[in-house]
């Protein structure tokens, strides 16, 4: 069962402020020009509205680790389904190299983007 579609791969728009207020995301986005928006791509085996969630409330692990994005919770505005849902459901190897190529395309396309 290594190719079972257990995960997602989804899309955040953020604040525009993240650009102004936050030095790490702009020398991650070189090729900005500032006309399109300022996204989080980042993929779960949660549900993206679930994963959403969890990063806006700041939650946490069982172990009390933080699982949010500073990105995502600080700065997280909405979910971005035109970009992502008609890639979903994924096995967890395609979502990781998804994750990856989204966030390189959606770059080239002039997005300013912030993955891990």
């Known amino acids: 069962m290594r190719n079972k579609k257990t995960h997602h791969v989804y899309v955040v728009e953020l604040d525009q402020?993240?650009?102004?207020?936050?030095?790490?995301?702009?020398?991650?986005?070189?090729q900005y020009k500032g006309r399109l928006e300022c996204l989080y791509v980042g993929m779960s085996s949660?549900?993206?509205k679930?994963?959403?969630?969890?990063?806006?409330?700041?939650a946490r692990s069982k172990k009390g680790h933080k699982i949010s994005s500073y990105y995502v919770e600080r700065y997280g505005k909405l979910l971005r389904p035109s970009l992502y849902a008609d890639y979903n459901p994924l096995s967890k190897k395609d979502a990781i190299q998804l994750e990856e190529d989204l966030s390189n395309r959606l770059k080239a396309q002039g997005y300013a983007v912030w993955w891990n």
Do not use: I, L, M, Y
């Open 17 to 30: 402020s993240v650009w102004t207020k936050d030095w790490k995301f702009r020398a991650a986005n070189p």
């Open 46 to 48: 949660h549900h993206p």
């Open 50 to 58: 679930v994963r959403f969630q969890k990063h806006v409330t700041g």
